[in-house]
C-alpha cells in the first residue's frame, strides 16, 4: 500500500532563512511524487513533481525537491523564505493520471 | 483561462439534510476527481471519472455518497442524510486525460459544515 508521511506538522523560519520540509513515502514501484502548496481559502496548487530522472527537480516559486529512493524520501527545499511562502504544504504519491495519496501536511509560518 | 470551479464554496447543513456539490472541471479535461479534507488533514481520495465513466468509488466513505458525471463535464457529488462527521472540505480535480501524467489542477473547495 502507498502512503506518505510529513513528520512535521506545523514549521516556523524567519523570512529569508532556508527551509526544508521533510517527506517519506511507502510505494510498491517507482513511485510518482508531487509536492503542492494549499494558502487559505484556495484549492492545492502544484509546486514541482518527481517521475524519473534527475532526482533534483525544480520547481516554481523557487521550491526544489530531492527524490532519494535509499532513504524513501522527497524533501523541498528552498534557499531563502518569503513572508508569502506562508502555507500549507503537502506531499503526493500516486501513479500517473490516478488518484494521489497525501500526506497530513506541513503548516509553514513565516515570521519577520 | 478558466480552472476548476466550484459550488457553492460554503455550505451548512443540518443533520440529516441532502446536499450536492457541484463541479466544474477545466473544459475538455477527461479525468475528474473528488477528495475530502477533514479539518487539519490532508486530503483523500473519494472517486474517480474518465469522462462519465466512474472508474473508481472505492474511497467514498458510505452509501450515502455518491457522484455522477452524466455528461462527462460537470459533476455532482451528493450526500444524503448528512451526519457530523461529514464536515470537510470537499475539493474537485480534473486533469486533461489519462495516458501520460497530466496534473491534476484543484478547484478552490467546498467547505461543508453538519450541524
Known amino acids: 500500500a502507498q502512503s506518505v508521511t510529513q513528520p512535521d506538522i506545523h514549521i516556523t523560519v524567519s523570512e529569508g532563512a532556508s527551509l526544508e520540509l521533510r517527506c517519506n513515502y511507502s510505494?510498491?514501484?517507482?513511485?510518482?511524487l508531487f509536492w503542492y502548496v494549499q494558502s487559505p481559502g484556495q484549492g492545492l496548487q502544484l509546486l514541482l513533481k518527481?517521475?524519473?530522472?534527475?532526482?533534483l527537480v525544480q520547481g516554481i516559486k523557487g521550491f526544489e525537491a530531492e527524490f532519494k529512493r535509499s532513504q524513501s524520501s522527497f524533501n523541498l527545499r528552498k534557499p531563502s523564505v518569503h513572508w508569502s511562502d506562508a502555507a500549507e504544504y503537502f506531499c503526493?504519491?500516486?501513479?500517473?493520471?490516478?488518484?494521489?495519496?497525501f500526506g497530513k501536511g506541513t503548516s509553514l509560518l513565516v515570521t519577520p | 483561462g478558466a480552472g476548476v470551479s466550484q459550488s457553492p464554496r460554503y455550505k451548512v447543513a443540518k443533520r440529516g439534510q441532502d446536499v450536492a456539490l457541484r463541479c466544474d472541471p477545466i473544459?475538455?479535461?477527461?479525468?475528474l476527481f473528488w477528495y475530502q479534507q477533514a479539518l487539519g488533514q490532508g486530503p483523500e481520495f473519494l472517486t474517480y471519472?474518465?469522462?462519465?465513466?466512474?472508474?473508481?468509488k472505492s474511497g467514498l466513505p458510505s452509501d450515502r455518497f455518491f457522484a455522477e458525471r452524466p455528461e462527462g463535464s460537470v459533476s455532482t457529488l451528493k450526500i444524503q442524510r448528512t451526519q457530523q462527521e461529514d464536515s470537510a472540505v470537499y475539493l474537485c480535480?480534473?486533469?486533461?486525460?489519462?495516458?501520460?501524467?497530466?496534473?491534476?489542477?484543484f478547484g478552490p473547495g467546498t467547505r461543508l459544515t453538519v450541524l
Open positions: 473544459s475538455g479535461h477527461v479525468s
Open positions: 471519472f474518465q469522462n462519465e465513466a466512474q472508474l473508481d
Open positions: 503526493a504519491v500516486g501513479p500517473s493520471g490516478y488518484a494521489l495519496n
Open positions: 518527481y517521475f524519473s530522472g534527475d532526482t
Open positions: 510505494y510498491g514501484a517507482t513511485p510518482y
Open positions: 480535480a480534473s486533469s486533461l486525460e489519462v495516458e501520460n501524467y497530466n496534473e491534476q489542477f
